[in-house]
């Protein structure tokens, strides 16, 4: 049965809507075991009902309507009991209970199995017969294997919703969605109105070449300057790293890249328009057919990219409708030019039906404090005109919601507003607890949602910049004097406050466009430092760049990623030793200034039990809190199917911590903690409670997080150490330091679901 099996699941998952996906599975299994009926029942978690939600055997008008409370009947008993339920005749199982609307008066064998996703009953997948005979083990494996493809159709979908829309027609459950910036909005919608689809131009021959490459030139200087336009309007806004995005943009629209490719589908005699959908249908499959997410979600940037000359190519430079009041931007795909079109203050959320966190368009708001939400599982269009409660916090939805929903939402947000006051009043001040403890607050900077490195009000310095920005940004590895001239930049931002510089750290997650690396498994692969002792020439570049512009601004440190032994210590600070002799020598400095200092991350565990030989070898530390945690607990951290066990609060991840604080004072080395876990109140609570003085993380979080401590004891967080370290679960620790705060009434400061 494998190929009937391959061919269901492909069809299931090809499939439009939910809807459609289950009529074709109920059909499919039907005809493949030979049954007399096949039907899938959703979990309504609300209720604790299954609904019946589609059928091959039973009566159609039971779809939607037969209600099986969780635990009655055989179906219910699947789903409580989370394991098959094989019978030669339902009838006369005790749990039995006969729905009349669904007409299944003439069947007796009956065959179920959970749906389960994430340990979460999802629904349950029953075929029934009417002859009297027990399902054999194969039948059973093979609808067991298919409940388990079909748990990921399902989880993927908002089922509260969809259980609805038959016979509701007001919304009165949220949308679940994945939150990508948080915070909260309350807006109508506002979907974006296109001009033109580039799927619907017609590819056709034209007879003027010449006449087409003018029409191409024009709208190629439209666009360009529209994007221009819109970098300049954005760099007001944005630090300099996140709004290079439009730099992507204008680099597309070079001659080596799509404009030159769609020229030459012009010069063979194609209209411009056809050519247009040719060359970006070309690009964007490229794209969505790689692995690499933060790759994939560069398909989007295409489309937007060819969307634009399209519009260019019909309409010209005239203007684009913009709203006049706050909205929520809703659209299939939001794109970096909607929130450039859009005036700030207008723009109160953004919400998208494809895309996820790697998107620039994620990027844009969390740089910008947009609420977000990607990935919305529904017809966005169906959204036109209502009023939204967007809930960045949570990843959910409210459409048209009621007076109460929309008071309590209110009222949040006016608390949100009224805390972000609150905390940014004493920015400028140092971070002293209340019995006199001085903490360091750097931020982490680079091409990420943390990445404001304009914002530096209140920051002692930068405890980790990603210098990916440079290579990921162009088509080439960026020359030596590309790279100084960035690192100059930042340095000169903080004149007088030290930075501290990561090497190039691509790999795992965040792959080069020009220089792919394809792994089975890339987080243990080659990444990090690992790929540029591979290659020296690409670490002395960046070494001679940093150095260069250390001895002009001289508030430099180089930090070292993904150190897993002492042998690439010794091998990586022998190349920065030659690289600050050559600019030492290119230079003429007859009395060269101190070399900067340079460390390494500790996010690797095998260096855990090496601290004391790293000690010797450099001048400080680094803890990198989300890889740890995710090579200690053996989680991809990006890998949703297993994002719940992605726990900072370990206890072994915690007594790692504890470890590392240890050593660097037995050895007198200093540590610093990046990492998300210190910019989250709680989180934070749990650093100084170890003995971590030293803070790095994203600029937005450094207000609360110096308002907690400024109105914390740290010895009495310390004396909550023991505690910690003896709690045998995550929940308990983070409980434990949850209710210091609300003692000392912090605990508005963070933000729970209230769901």
Not at 24 to 35: A, D, F, G, P, S
Request: hydrophobic share 45%.
């Amino acid at each position: 049965m494998l190929g009937e099996l391959r061919a269901i699941v492909e069809q299931v998952s090809n499939a439009d809507t939910l809807d459609s996906a289950l009529a074709i599975l109920v059909e499919k299994i039907r005809l493949t075991m030979h049954t007399d009926c096949c039907s899938v029942y959703v979990m309504d978690s609300q209720q604790q009902n299954l609904v019946l939600r589609a059928t091959h055997g039973l009566a159609s008008e039971a779809v939607g309507k037969a209600i099986m409370p969780l635990g009655e009947g055989v179906v219910g008993q699947v789903a409580v009991r989370e394991e098959p339920i094989n019978l030669a005749d339902a009838r006369l199982n005790p749990h039995f209970k006969y729905l009349p609307e669904t007409a299944e008066d003439g069947f007796f064998s009956f065959l179920g199995t959970p749906i389960t996703h994430q340990r979460k009953v999802l629904g349950v997948l029953v075929v029934q017969q009417s002859e009297t005979r027990s399902f054999d083990q194969s039948e059973e494996s093979f609808l067991v294997t298919l409940a388990a493809h079909l748990a990921g159709v399902l989880a993927n979908t908002d089922f509260q919703t969809v259980l609805q829309e038959p016979t509701k027609h007001k919304w009165t459950e949220a949308i679940k969605a994945g939150s990508s910036s948080s915070g909260i909005a309350i807006a109508k919608a506002w979907i974006n109105r296109s001009t033109g689809a580039l799927e619907q131009q017609v590819v056709e021959k034209a007879k003027d070449s010449e006449h087409q490459l003018q029409r191409f030139d024009v709208a190629l200087e439209i666009t360009r300057d529209e994007f221009h336009s819109l970098a300049i309007k954005l760099s007001e806004q944005l630090p300099k790293d996140v709004a290079s995005i439009f730099d992507v943009y204008q680099h597309m629209l070079a001659d080596a890249s799509l404009a030159g490719d769609i020229r030459r589908k012009i010069n063979e005699g194609y209209q411009v328009e056809g050519a247009l959908r040719l060359v970006i249908e070309h690009y964007v499959q490229q794209f969505e057919e790689m692995n690499d997410p933060y790759l994939k979600e560069r398909a989007v940037d295409v489309k937007d990219v060819g969307l634009r000359l399209l519009h260019a190519l019909e309409l010209g430079p005239s203007a684009e409708v913009i709203p006049s009041e706050p909205v929520i931007v809703v659209a299939e795909e939001v794109t970096a030019t909607m929130f450039a079109k859009i005036p700030r203050k207008f723009l109160a959320g953004v919400i998208s039906q494809r895309g996820a966190a790697n998107s620039h368009a994620a990027i844009l708001a969390r740089a910008m404090g947009i609420p977000a939400l990607m990935g919305l599982s529904f017809n966005v269009n169906k959204l036109r005109g209502c009023e939204l409660i967007l809930d960045g916090y949570s990843g959910e939805l409210f459409v048209e919601p009621d007076k109460i929903v929309r008071d309590e939402y209110l009222a949040l947000l006016a608390q949100e507003s009224e805390l972000n006051s609150l905390v940014q009043q004493d920015l400028d001040k140092p971070a002293v607890s209340i019995d006199g403890e001085s903490v360091e607050m750097l931020i982490n900077a680079g091409l990420s949602a943390d990445s404001d490195i304009a914002i530096n009000a209140g920051a002692d310095g930068v405890g980790l910049y990603r210098t990916e920005v440079p290579f990921l940004m162009q088509d080439r590895f960026p020359s030596e004097d590309e790279q100084f001239t960035r690192y100059r930049d930042i340095l000169n931002s903080y004149r007088g406050k030290e930075v501290c510089m990561r090497t190039l750290d691509v790999g795992g997650d965040k792959q080069l466009p020009y220089f792919p690396i394809v792994e089975e498994n890339p987080f243990l692969g080659w990444r990090g430092i690992r790929l540029t002792l591979d290659h020296p020439e690409i670490f002395l570049v960046q070494a001679r760049a940093m150095y260069r512009s250390a001895i002009e601004c001289g508030n430099l440190s180089i930090m070292l990623p993904m150190i897993s032994c002492l042998n690439e210590v010794d091998e990586a600070s022998r190349l920065l030793e030659q690289a600050w002799a050559e600019v030492v020598d290119e230079l003429d400095l007859r009395e060269p200034p101190e070399r900067p200092k340079h460390g390494v991350m500790l996010e690797v565990p095998s260096v855990l039990f090496l601290l004391p030989e790293l000690a010797q070898r450099v001048d400080f530390w680094s803890v990198g809190s989300n890889d740890l945690t995710q090579y200690l607990l053996a989680v991809d951290r990006n890998n949703t199917r297993v994002a719940e066990l992605f726990d900072t609060f370990h206890p072994a991840v915690v007594r790692a911590l504890k470890q590392i604080i240890e050593q660097a004072n037995l050895h007198n080395t200093p540590v610093s903690f990046c990492g998300e876990l210190a910019g989250e109140p709680v989180g934070a609570l749990l650093v100084l409670a170890l003995g971590y003085r030293r803070l790095s993380m994203s600029s937005f979080n450094l207000a609360k997080i110096k308002y907690i401590i400024r109105h914390v004891n740290l010895n009495d967080l310390s004396a909550l150490r023991e505690q910690i370290l003896q709690s045998q679960s995550g929940s308990a620790i983070y409980s434990l330091l949850y209710e210091y705060l609300e003692k000392q009434n912090l605990s508005q400061l963070v933000r729970v679901s209230k769901h």
